[in-house]
């Protein structure tokens, strides 16, 4: 028993460490706006508060669990939004966490009455903690396989901090939406090792959807009726992963499909997102779940909810949503 517990930790150990030189995200990807874009800070042209939490189940002992907590403002007579999110990941079988505070800033230029384009930066603290003490080295072993003391071994930090920066760019008109961001530039060490390097690799992305209003089933019915295609491409290092699928709106419902796969190994990554939504008001929240579509996948299931509120600081002027182009990826 105790060998086989050596075997599974060194595998664990292993597998889990290069992991964690990639960033995870959600299947939600534009209800988790600032996470996909600091750009998109401040576009939901209100004072808006945001939640997102992704339970991601691996076999039948253990999860990753994901959540994030965001708040971003417009400031409108300055042309630019301030933000605050704190990502939170955890990792039950090792123990690993991940907390990271970031602030993010937008700066808007209108490009013409019906375009907008906006520029934001942000900057991040990390840090990453790692429970060494849920693994079994083999010097703590004797020779029939009993737990002698502690190991010798070089991982003993347990703990990593470091500072970040991003940057992306989002256009807009009423119905087409396109950006592009890039995560990470400092490419930190984030090694557990001591005297080892493995550098957290730069995300990249892009990501484009259009929405198409249905007007005459919305002035029958009386109902904002939509129909959302969008796409999301995601590069961090060896990695690569590709969202394609459509929201359809039929207020107050939201329903949703995508299809997610690594582009380049078709055959390893598949899955499908189905979502379902309720918009009332100035209130939103998704639940969505991931169903893996590859043979043999140790997944056992990717639960992921979504709420946004959206509020507005009144300033005795109209409402902001009436005097500038509204980013139309907000349902």
Not at 140 to 168: C, H, M, P, R, W
Not at 214 to 238: C, D, E, H, V
């Amino acid at each position: 028993m105790r060998f086989f517990q050596l075997f599974l930790s060194w595998i664990t150990l292993l597998l889990f460490l290069p992991s964690m030189s990639q960033d995870l995200g959600f299947s939600q990807y534009y209800n988790a706006p600032i996470f996909l874009n600091p750009a998109f800070t401040g576009t939901s042209e209100f004072t808006r508060a945001g939640l997102n939490y992704r339970m991601q189940k691996v076999g039948s002992l253990s999860a990753y669990n994901i959540s994030q907590l965001s708040l971003d403002h417009s400031f409108k007579d300055y042309h630019s939004s301030v933000g605050l999110m704190v990502i939170n990941e955890e990792d039950e079988a090792s123990g690993y966490t991940h907390t990271k505070l970031a602030l993010p800033l937008c700066y808007d230029l209108s490009a013409s009455k019906n375009m907008q384009i906006r520029f934001g930066l942000e900057a991040s603290y990390s840090q990453q903690n790692f429970n060494v003490g849920n693994f079994i080295f083999s010097d703590q072993l004797d020779a029939f396989g009993n737990i002698t003391g502690l190991s010798a071994e070089s991982l003993n930090t347990g703990k990593v901090n470091y500072f970040d920066a991003s940057f992306g760019v989002l256009g807009y008109s009423k119905e087409l939406w396109f950006g592009f961001a890039a995560h990470n530039l400092f490419k930190n060490n984030i090694s557990f090792m001591e005297g080892s390097e493995y550098l957290l690799k730069t995300r990249f992305s892009g990501h484009m959807g259009y929405r198409y209003r249905l007007k005459n089933l919305s002035r029958q019915s009386r109902r904002n009726i939509a129909i959302m295609p969008t796409f999301s491409f995601t590069s961090q290092g060896p990695l690569n992963r590709l969202d394609v699928g459509v929201y359809n709106v039929i207020d107050p419902i939201i329903l949703g499909v995508f299809y997610g796969t690594d582009p380049f190994a078709f055959e390893d990554n598949n899955f499908l997102s189905l979502m379902i939504g309720l918009k009332k008001s100035t209130f939103t929240t998704v639940y969505s779940y991931d169903l893996s579509l590859t043979q043999g996948a140790a997944m056992q299931g990717f639960h992921e909810i979504s709420f946004s509120y959206l509020f507005e600081l009144s300033s005795g002027k109209p409402p902001l949503s009436m005097r500038r182009t509204k980013c139309p990826v907000f349902l």
